[in-house]
């Protein structure tokens, strides 16, 4: 995905208008399969430069979420925010749909919230930095993803905001 961005930035140096066809395209492959799979920190990182050079240019050491924020406002281009939304969906889906029971994916969510991916080097938790490589199922991918939002899954059912403020499926 990230080798056709490049071949349409060359299109862009032609004139040509490439942001509709680098989100339709590009960046819907790139994150085919992630509200399941998560979207680790670096790919993310390269897919967000990938947008922001789509939708004008990106400055030699400019801060890609800045550049983002103040082109995208409504974050509908925004691989991170897109990716975040789809995450969540999907869990809130799970839930709603009642594909599987609530008791079940507390037991899933509690098994978890410790599993050794989640630990650091001193041996606490921490979804922040979750080790990717580690992660090896939907619920793990929620709970990183969820953590990269700056939030804390408290149970299968509710995660707390950056602020405090508590959600529920």
Same mark, same amino acid.
């Given at each position: *995905?990230?080798?056709?961005?490049? =071949? #349409?930035?060359?299109?862009?140096? &032609? +004139?040509?208008?490439?942001?509709?066809? !680098? %989100? *339709?395209?590009?960046?819907?492959? =790139? #994150?085919?399969?992630?509200?399941? &799979? +998560?979207?680790?920190?670096?790919?993310? !990182? %390269?897919?967000?430069?990938?947008?922001?050079?789509?939708?004008?240019?990106?400055? &030699? +050491?400019?801060?890609?979420?800045?550049?983002?924020?103040?082109?995208?406002?409504?974050?509908?281009?925004?691989?991170?925010?897109?990716?975040?939304?789809?995450?969540?969906?999907?869990?809130?889906?799970?839930?709603?749909?009642?594909?599987?029971?609530?008791?079940?994916?507390?037991?899933?969510?509690?098994?978890?919230?410790?599993?050794?991916?989640?630990?650091?080097?001193?041996?606490?938790?921490?979804?922040?930095?979750?080790?990717?490589?580690?992660?090896?199922?939907?619920?793990?991918?929620?709970?990183?993803?969820?953590?990269?939002?700056?939030?804390?899954?408290?149970?299968?059912?509710?995660?707390?905001?950056?602020?405090?403020?508590?959600?529920?499926?």
């Amino acid at each position: *995905a990230i080798a056709r961005a490049k =071949a #349409l930035l060359s299109l862009k140096g &032609a +004139g040509a208008e490439i942001k509709h066809v !680098h %989100r *339709a395209g590009v960046l819907s492959t =790139a #994150l085919w399969g992630t509200s399941v &799979a +998560g979207l680790p920190p670096t790919r993310q !990182h %390269r897919l967000r430069v990938a947008t922001a050079k789509a939708l004008a240019n990106l400055p &030699a +050491g400019s801060s890609v979420g800045l550049r983002l924020s103040l082109l995208d406002k409504d974050q509908r281009w925004d691989p991170a925010a897109l990716n975040a939304h789809r995450v969540i969906q999907r869990w809130g889906l799970a839930i709603g749909n009642s594909v599987v029971s609530i008791e079940v994916l507390q037991a899933v969510w509690l098994d978890t919230a410790k599993a050794r991916c989640f630990e650091t080097s001193g041996g606490e938790a921490s979804a922040g930095e979750a080790d990717w490589n580690r992660i090896a199922n939907p619920v793990q991918a929620y709970v990183a993803t969820i953590a990269q939002l700056g939030w804390q899954v408290l149970s299968a059912t509710e995660v707390a905001d950056h602020k405090g403020n508590k959600w529920s499926y």
